[in-house]
């Protein structure tokens, strides 16, 4: 039982690339979430599927678009990276059983953009 | 809006001795309250949750939180401190059964043997 997997670990763009964030949890959980982690300013949400076939904006979703491939995998892309979204990105899962209100948080992947 | 204060950016506490990092929060409805450990270069850990009943609630590795409704503040506590508690500790709100979760900016807790 992995709990929730991000890949890749690190990465390095330029300006103006494009790159995808991959997220898989093997915990049969309804909702997942992205996050970004900023130097001072915690944990802010992008974007959050509360079920399979559903997104939703978070507090931050400018330059990002993501997919529920299924249940156990949703993606964030950057289409065209600015130096601004250089952060730490962060996937969580929660599930749906009662009182299982708590998140389930993946290692990050850390974006440098130059 | 919901938002979350943690009013210190790092707290020092000898080992052994009680520790406290401070959260309050400001919100319309019933709040869901977490807390939530980061040790370096790893991602979020949950400790503990308030969501209904009784106003102290225990969690995880001896921690224990306090919910105060009437000064909106969910405390983080811990009777005797650790060195391996050194730490990022995050508090965070919900509003919606753990949907949507506001950060505060994190407290750095330094434990010293």
């Known amino acids: 039982n992995a709990g929730v997997t991000q890949t890749p670990k690190f990465q390095v763009l330029k300006t103006g690339q494009s790159m995808t964030l991959q997220c898989a949890q093997d915990?049969?959980?309804?909702?997942m979430y992205w996050y970004r982690q900023d130097p001072g300013m915690g944990l802010r949400l992008i974007y959050y599927?509360?079920?399979?076939?559903?997104?939703d904006k978070g507090e931050v979703p400018n330059g990002y678009n993501v997919s529920r491939l299924n249940k156990r995998e949703f993606s964030l892309r950057l289409e065209s990276a600015a130096p601004s979204q250089t952060s730490v990105y962060f996937c969580?899962?929660?599930?749906?059983?009662?009182?299982?209100?708590?998140?389930?948080f993946g290692p990050g992947t850390r974006l440098t953009v130059t | 809006a919901q938002s979350v204060a943690q009013p210190e950016d790092q707290v020092n506490v000898a080992e052994g001795n009680p520790l406290t990092v401070k959260c309050t929060y400001s919100?319309?409805?019933?709040?869901?309250l977490f807390w939530y450990v980061q040790y370096p270069n790893r991602g979020l850990q949950f400790l503990l949750k308030?969501?209904?009943?009784?106003?102290l609630v225990k969690g995880s590795y001896g921690f224990e939180a306090e919910f105060n409704k009437s000064q909106t503040s969910f405390h983080l506590k811990k009777p005797s401190a650790l060195v391996s508690d050194s730490a990022l500790y995050f508090c965070?709100?919900?509003?919606?059964?753990?949907?949507?979760?506001?950060f505060g900016a994190g407290t750095i807790l330094r434990v010293k043997s």
């Open positions: 969580a899962s929660r599930g749906l059983a009662v009182n299982s209100y708590e998140q389930y």
């Open positions: 915990m049969n959980h309804n909702s």
């Open positions: 599927s509360a079920s399979e076939g559903t997104t």
């Open positions: 919100v319309s409805g019933n709040p869901y």
């Open positions: 308030y969501i209904t009943g009784d106003n």
């Open positions: 965070a709100v919900s509003l919606e059964y753990g949907n949507k979760l506001v």
